[in-house]
């Protein structure tokens, strides 16, 4: 008995991840903006591979080359709604719910006119989804 009881304590996390949970990441070269008012977007980042299940949590990390504009706007976006973010890694709940193949890209925005000197350059972009 023990030593079926001690196979079945080995093998959960084997059996949770048969029922659909898991996670995929995703990770590309960010943007160069040079103007103020024109938004960029990054790729769209996407599962390396098909996944099954529905958002739980989102986790994003981004990096920038150079001082950060003033009034920066970073949107994490789905194909159904966005997230303002607020910092430049954090996670959220905000897109539980979604299909977890949806890809997910940043928008990047700096509000007003002119040139933004220096320019914003994104060196990375990265997201986890985890579902199940």
């Not at 159904?80 to 890809?103: H, K, M, N, W, Y």
């Amino acid at each position: 008995m023990r030593r079926w009881l001690a196979g079945i304590i080995v093998l959960m996390p084997l059996l949770v991840n048969a029922a659909g949970e898991g996670a995929w990441m995703a990770s590309s070269v960010g943007v160069i903006m040079q103007n103020r008012g024109v938004a960029a977007s990054s790729s769209p980042l996407s599962p390396p591979q098909p996944v099954n299940g529905l958002v739980t949590v989102v986790q994003w990390d981004y990096k920038l080359v150079g001082p950060t504009p003033a009034n920066l706007l970073v949107r994490l976006c789905s194909q159904s709604q966005c997230v303002e973010l607020d910092a430049e890694s954090g996670s959220t709940r905000a897109f539980s719910g979604i299909p977890a193949i949806e890809p997910m890209r940043f928008v990047w925005d700096v509000p007003g006119s002119g040139r933004l000197y220096p320019p914003l350059q994104v060196l990375s972009n990265r997201v986890i989804v985890n579902y199940k």
